[in-house]
């Protein structure tokens, strides 16, 4: 039996948060380390097949479950007391970011840090340098040495519409973590079919989202659009990845067009 090539841990993180983390470790010193963001509804088990090629070519790489998701949300026997499906935010998500940054940052002092995310993560990754008050805090901002960013969640293609946004957010004030129905068309996901069957079957993910992280996670898009990207710093490097073909997500071609 080969050994694994992943290191799994259960760490503790904001707000007493319990969560659940992989870590691969090159043979040979690292060259970089990455920290990886996953998707809506995703896990890091997602991602098995690409994090040891990384690992290979003697990039580390920090992955853990998000808040609201994965084993964080829904490992009966390891997670947090408070810790539910869909329970997040978008100032809770950039706090563990930054969290795991700072453990990545102590782990592979020597090496320079990137923050990668994809699809939802791919937004929040981008959000991370331009927040006006923390979280980051500076010292998490410093900690990383670029951005990277693939199908990034800053519009949809096909929004929902004002009223019911208008709706959702009113109602996300009152009941924030209330889940309401976000399904995904899987043809839309990929073109390899065997990966939209292993989506619709795995058990840790649900075609659901609560209110308060829907509604964030919509916001956030469109702020970072209209306004936020003008607080990127300008010294901080960033590798933007989109299809030009997706039919879920929209917005990074006109991100692009910005100064």
Same mark, same amino acid.
Not at 69 to 80: L, N, P, V, W, Y
Not at 93 to 105: N, P, R
Not at 148 to 174: D, E, H, M, N, V
């Given at each position: 039996?080969?050994?694994?090539?992943?290191?799994?841990?259960w760490?503790s993180g904001p707000?007493?948060?319990?969560f659940f983390?992989?870590?691969y470790?090159?043979?040979s010193?690292?060259k970089a380390?990455?920290v990886?963001?996953?998707g809506f509804a995703?896990?890091?088990?997602r991602?098995e097949?690409?994090?040891?090629t990384w690992?290979?070519r003697?990039?580390?790489v920090f992955?853990y479950?998000?808040r609201?998701?994965?084993r964080t949300?829904?490992d009966e026997q390891h997670?947090?007391?408070s810790?539910a499906?869909?329970k997040?935010?978008w100032?809770?998500?950039?706090?563990?970011?930054?969290?795991?940054v700072?453990?990545?940052?102590?782990?592979?002092s020597?090496?320079?840090?990137?923050?990668y995310?994809?699809s939802?993560?791919?937004?929040?990754v981008?959000?991370f #340098?331009t927040?006006? +008050?923390?979280p @980051?805090?500076?010292e998490?901002?410093?900690? $990383?040495? &670029?951005?990277? *960013?693939?199908s #990034?969640?800053?519009l +949809?293609?096909? @929004?929902?519409s004002?009223?019911?946004?208008? $709706?959702g &957010?009113k109602a *996300?004030?009152?009941l924030?973590?209330?889940?309401?129905?976000?399904?995904?068309?899987t043809?839309?996901?990929c073109?390899?079919?065997?990966?939209g069957?292993?989506y619709?079957?795995?058990?840790?993910?649900?075609?659901y989202g609560?209110?308060?992280g829907?509604?964030d996670?919509?916001?956030?898009?469109e702020?970072?659009?209209?306004?936020?990207?003008a607080?990127?710093p300008?010294q901080l490097?960033?590798?933007?990845?989109?299809?030009?073909?997706d039919q879920?997500?929209?917005g990074?071609?006109?991100?692009l067009?910005?100064?």
């Amino acid at each position: 039996m080969s050994e694994s090539p992943f290191t799994e841990s259960w760490l503790s993180g904001p707000q007493a948060t319990q969560f659940f983390t992989r870590a691969y470790s090159p043979s040979s010193p690292a060259k970089a380390a990455v920290v990886f963001v996953h998707g809506f509804a995703e896990h890091i088990a997602r991602y098995e097949h690409v994090f040891p090629t990384w690992s290979s070519r003697g990039i580390a790489v920090f992955a853990y479950d998000q808040r609201g998701f994965g084993r964080t949300a829904q490992d009966e026997q390891h997670k947090s007391k408070s810790s539910a499906y869909g329970k997040t935010s978008w100032k809770a998500q950039l706090e563990d970011m930054e969290w795991a940054v700072q453990h990545t940052k102590q782990q592979f002092s020597d090496v320079p840090v990137f923050l990668y995310g994809h699809s939802m993560g791919g937004a929040l990754v981008l959000a991370f #340098p331009t927040r006006t +008050q923390g979280p @980051p805090s500076k010292e998490g901002l410093a900690s $990383i040495s &670029g951005v990277i *960013s693939t199908s #990034p969640f800053i519009l +949809q293609t096909k @929004p929902a519409s004002k009223a019911t946004r208008w $709706i959702g &957010g009113k109602a *996300s004030r009152l009941l924030p973590y209330f889940l309401i129905p976000a399904p995904l068309d899987t043809k839309e996901l990929c073109h390899d079919d065997a990966v939209g069957e292993a989506y619709l079957k795995d058990p840790l993910i649900k075609n659901y989202g609560s209110l308060r992280g829907l509604s964030d996670m919509l916001d956030g898009g469109e702020k970072l659009l209209a306004k936020d990207y003008a607080q990127w710093p300008r010294q901080l490097p960033v590798l933007l990845v989109h299809g030009t073909e997706d039919q879920v997500y929209l917005g990074v071609y006109r991100l692009l067009t910005r100064n």
